[in-house]
């Protein structure tokens, strides 16, 4: 296991800044995930992490020790790359050794390395087969294993299920939290799909444009979500926004109007007491209502029906979009005109500034 900090790294290729300014603490044993859009620089602050690529500016370091410059070799890492880089000539036993044997590694240690990743990983039955005769999950399998076998410090884990077909990612992800947890090894892994992120991790990092926009465990970022922009990445579906404005204020508490589901009383931040305002909903606390119980009018333009639950699509009379996912089986047709209610203490405010308005609901 191994402790590993970031102090202000940034990144530059030529004039162009990917990375800014990035502080980070991972802790002993953690299971870390970096998230965010294609482009926002979480593979190439594993790179750094790795010593791929040396930052610009800042320092890595490792157990206290500042690594900045040492060689990616020497730093007693482990990367798991998004292709399997596996040599296709060798069987799964070779691939597996060729590192080990590299460094000179007495044979009676490198069999028992083998033979322990291998049950860890149940591809016993493939040592003495080819990559080109194995499953696209099998492959990614013996590329972990490969990794083990260096009995690292941590792991470096960059998009390693992206390849596999939907039933084999949740498949494979599973193993790997499950990995993770007999090894209690460091384990800093990326990814851009956020169901990944949330089923793995013990933190999160959300990224955006090279910078950290938050820190905090899976429920921490879909509860709280410091600003717009991880509340509307942060959970599938994604989030609902829809604009509101501040009403009357008296005795501390807060009116806020949103379009046609009256006024609901809030705790709020002083910033909150004027002007507009964003609400968030999640899709899935939205309940149906009938047309005189109130709530928030929508005309339906799609409807996903999945049996275990129904996916409703519609619009607002303001013309925004709003998205609801209803337990169980409903009978709503496209075109036809329903009704949304929600819990108050459902709701997530955010200013026009994009930051999160922390607010306290009312019963």
Do not use: W
């Not at 603490?25 to 620089?41: K, M, N, Q, R, Y």
């Not at 069999?111 to 499953?135: C, F, H, V, W």
């Not at 498949?171 to 090894?183: D, Y």
């Not at 109007?257 to 964003?278: D, I, K, Y």
């Amino acid at each position: 296991m191994s402790r590993i900090t970031l102090s202000k790294v940034a990144k530059a290729f030529g004039a162009v800044k990917v990375l800014h300014d990035v502080d980070l603490d991972i802790a002993e044993g953690e299971l870390i995930v970096f998230v965010g859009p294609s482009g926002c620089g979480k593979s190439t602050l594993l790179r750094l992490i790795a010593g791929l690529d040396q930052p610009t500016t800042g320092t890595i370091s490792i157990d206290g020790k500042d690594v900045t410059r040492v060689a990616a070799a020497d730093r007693g890492l482990a990367m798991v790359f998004q292709s399997y880089a596996l040599y296709p000539h060798m069987t799964v036993r070779q691939n597996l050794a060729f590192g080990l044997e590299n460094a000179r590694m007495p044979r009676a240690e490198i069999d028992q390395r083998i033979t322990e990743a291998a049950r860890m990983l149940d591809i016993a039955p493939y040592l003495a087969r080819r990559p080109g005769q194995l499953s696209g999950g099998q492959r990614q399998r013996v590329a972990i294993g490969r990794a083990i076998v260096r009995n690292p410090t941590a792991f470096l884990l960059d998009e390693p299920l992206s390849n596999l077909d939907a039933e084999l990612r949740i498949s494979t992800r599973a193993e790997l939290a499950a990995l993770h947890e007999r090894l209690s090894a460091t384990m800093i892994y990326v990814t851009h799909d956020q169901t990944e992120a949330m089923t793995l991790a013990d933190r999160i990092v959300v990224l955006r444009a090279g910078r950290i926009e938050q820190v905090g465990s899976p429920l921490e970022l879909y509860n709280t979500p410091t600003n717009l922009f991880v509340a509307g990445f942060i959970g599938a579906p994604r989030m609902n926004f829809l604009p509101a404005k501040i009403g009357e204020t008296r005795a501390g508490k807060t009116a806020i109007r949103l379009e046609g589901a009256g006024p609901l009383e809030v705790q709020a931040a002083s910033a909150a007491a004027h002007g507009e305002v964003t609400v968030g909903l999640r899709p899935h606390h939205l309940r149906l209502v009938s047309d005189g119980e109130g709530g928030i009018p929508a005309q339906v333009k799609l409807v996903e029906a999945l049996g275990s639950e129904t996916v409703v699509h519609t619009t607002t009379a303001n013309g925004d979009g709003m998205l609801a996912v209803l337990g169980g089986q409903h009978k709503v047709s496209a075109g036809e005109t329903v009704h949304f209610r929600f819990d108050a203490a459902d709701l997530h405010l955010f200013g026009v500034d994009g930051l999160r308005i922390e607010a306290v609901t009312t019963p």
